[in-house]
């Protein structure tokens, strides 16, 4: 079994495919740096990324991929799923190696694996702009504490963005620690090594909120029992729409 | 905004939360220098779920829920003795605003009980939609409830701040509805329907002249009917429904389950509980006329005036016509493929795109997400096949296909979404 060791970047898998072509060896799996090996490994390869060569082989992905296919590799990596490092591979080998684009051949294994991880990051991220819930701080700073699944926060920031252009707000990835500042002006990246209680908790004390934030709250509260229909009662529905993973951060969820 | 607010809300959330459409669907509209707000076409979002399993997208409440009408399957008519409140328009943009700001909703859903008359009550509507776009600019997503009886005037000037606007149809034959609702009529209905459309025309030929003309209902009317409240067969509700999307506006049917809130009532039948898996059926039917090319006739007709209940209507249909398959996965049409129980959009898509490079067996077809169990009696696919519909015989292939019967059925259990334009 032929072992490639990796950084876990998207430059990294591109590096891998570069060097499997020059070394003329394929990987059977690919692992990040300190990972457990397998018991049976002939060969190991340690992938040093490298700008240069991950350039030079999406050069050779866009002269045959749709811009729709391409979005849909580097989007799929966003899962940060171990099990898509081969299909993705694969994908990639196949395509180099493939007169025309194979992106629309789902019978391929490969192509339906990573078509089926692009959907579901982009579900998840369909999740962020969904259950992101804002408290409003006393600075007039909105704050959401969000944990994804999947790395997506990147992915659905411009949307706040554009929503709320007038209003300065932080989106956080507690798992992930980082997340975005928008002043009104400008998306900043940011990452806190201390961090406040609410960073933790999701929820902002008191003596932070916002006059009014606490009657808002009670609002929306108030407004989430209201407009349930007690004869349609189906928890299983909302469950399956609303996965209980969200709610620990969901202002109509708390008490 | 104060702590008098709050049973306000829950009182008018109670009166609205009728009212099943939520969708904030249909129109793209991009956040404009100082504003705040966009809505992204598409499906819409929704931002949460409550305890009935249905979407929360808008924020769906009544300006007021003093009625001077008595429709019989109403909570908020005038006979009833109910808690009644009215916000001021204040109450409401703000409301609004800090949901919206707070990324609760994608924005709101307006209606109310008629007060002294339909156009004092509709100017009232108008002028909370006009403050919310121009005074607050706002861009997020309005849902206005037209009230029966308006003017064209004020439809007219709504329908400049208004995404979509709707008027409920209710009850799907003219006679009952007279007889339940001594107020209305179709007349009632149909006018303000037809006042939106032509609002929309004449707009999208303004804006075919001058790029900047203001828009008019971009995301189209939509209507609701009750289910269950009259005699009406699924046959006259699906008619209806696909008479009323053949006319250019008209995006979305809802169907509503009569709950009964008003048992005093002789005119209305009692139900121990509201009639879901019939309204889940029709909600399936409407599906295919949208998006699977059915016709309504080949749903219901006067041979089946009502959609079975046990199974879902394209198996259905499928059972009362074993002459149109086996559909052969590899060469059938992409409409043929669509046909198949068990095969979806998706998956119709992701086949009629991928046997051009080879052929599909059955293998591919289950990671491609085709209902295997369902799909096998319908399909060929050039392997060794299992027994098809017209060797088992449509009647056994039903019972086979039936859910297997449970200890303790739960019919509010179905889990059916029905998102929008996918
Ligand atoms: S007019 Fe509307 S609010 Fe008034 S009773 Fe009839 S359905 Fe209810």
């Known amino acids: 079994m032929i072992v490639y060791l990796y950084d876990r970047t998207f430059d990294g898998i591109l590096t891998a495919v570069f060097d499997a072509y020059s070394r003329k060896t394929f990987p059977d799996v690919l692992l990040g740096e300190g990972e457990q090996l397998p018991l049976f490994c002939e060969e190991t390869h340690t992938v040093i990324t490298d700008e240069a060569k991950a350039r030079r082989v999406w050069k050779a992905l866009r002269k045959k991929l749709s811009a729709a296919a391409l979005s849909c590799l580097t989007i799929s990596y966003l899962s940060e799923l171990p099990e898509l490092d081969m299909p993705l591979f694969r994908y990639i080998r196949k395509t180099v190696d493939s007169p025309r684009s194979i992106e629309t051949n789902f019978a391929d294994e490969d192509v339906l694996m990573v078509t089926n991880t692009y959907r579901k990051v982009m579900h998840e991220r369909h999740r962020m702009l969904q259950f992101v819930r804002f408290q409003k701080a006393t600075d007039g700073t909105y704050f959401a504490l969000h944990e994804p699944l999947y790395n997506v926060i990147a992915l659905g920031i411009s949307h706040f963005k554009d929503r709320f252009a007038d209003q300065p707000f932080l989106i956080y990835d507690k798992r992930r620690d980082y997340g975005y500042y928008y002043d009104k002006e400008t998306l900043t990246r940011v990452s806190f090594a201390e961090k406040l209680p609410h960073f933790l908790t999701g929820k902002l004390n008191e003596e932070l909120m916002a006059k009014d934030e606490k009657l808002f709250q009670e609002l929306w509260r108030t407004y989430f029992k209201a407009i349930c229909i007690k004869e349609r009662m189906n928890p299983r529905k909302q469950k399956k729409d609303m996965p209980t993973r969200y709610w620990k951060y969901l202002t109509e969820k708390q008490k | ?422």
């Open chain 2, 1 to 422: 905004m104060t702590e008098q607010t709050l049973e306000k809300l829950r009182i008018l959330t109670e009166s609205a939360k009728y009212d099943v459409s939520c969708s904030s669907s249909g129109t793209v509209r991009s956040n404009k220098q100082g504003g705040v707000g966009n809505t992204l076409g598409g499906i819409g979002i929704c931002h949460s779920f409550s305890d009935d399993g249905r979407c929360i997208s808008l924020l769906k409440i009544m300006l007021t829920n003093y009625c001077i009408y008595d429709c019989a399957y109403c909570i908020n008519r005038r006979s009833n003795d109910i808690p009644r409140a009215t916000l001021s328009v204040t109450e409401l943009v703000e409301l609004t605003m800090e949901f919206y700001r707070r990324n609760y909703i994608e924005g709101l859903f307006l209606s109310s009980g008629v007060v002294r008359n339909p156009d004092y009550t509709m100017e009232r509507l108008v002028r909370i939609v006009k403050d919310l776009r121009t005074i607050h600019r706002f861009n997020g997503y309005i849902h206005l409830k037209s009230i029966p009886g308006a003017s064209r005037e004020l439809i007219n000037e709504a329908g400049r701040y208004a995404d979509r606007m709707s008027v409920n149809i209710e009850i799907p034959n003219e006679d009952s509805l007279k007889r339940l609702a001594p107020e209305k009529d179709f007349q009632s209905v149909f006018q303000p329907m037809k006042f939106i459309q032509q609002g929309v025309l004449e707009s999208s030929e303004e804006r075919k002249k001058f790029r900047y003309a203001p828009r008019f209902v971009p995301a189209g009317q939509s209507t609701q009917m009750i289910v269950g409240a009259t005699a009406d067969s699924d046959k006259d509700i699906l008619h209806l429904s696909s008479t009323l999307y053949a006319r250019p506006t008209m995006r979305r049917v809802y169907y509503s389950g009569y709950i009964a809130v008003n048992t005093y009532d002789k005119r209305l039948p009692v139900l121990k509980q509201p009639p879901l898996v019939r309204e889940n059926r029709l909600y399936q039917a409407d599906w295919l006329l949208r998006f699977y090319q059915f016709k309504v006739d080949e749903i219901v007709n006067d041979a089946h005036p009502d959609l079975d209940l046990e199974i879902d209507p394209k198996l259905s249909w499928a059972l009362r016509h074993p002459e149109c398959f086996p559909v052969d996965i590899n060469k059938a049409d992409y409409e043929m493929i669509l046909r198949i129980p068990g095969v979806g959009v998706k998956s119709a898509r992701l086949i009629v795109s991928s046997r051009r490079f080879g052929r599909l067996t059955s293998y591919h077809l289950k990671k491609m997400g085709v209902v295997m169990k369902k799909a096998k009696y319908f399909i060929t696919c050039g392997e060794l096949e299992a027994r098809g519909v017209n060797e088992l015989r449509p009647e056994r292939v039903r019972e086979l296909l039936l859910p297997a019967p449970k200890k303790k059925t739960d019919d509010r259990q179905l889990s059916f979404q029905f998102p929008d334009e996918p």
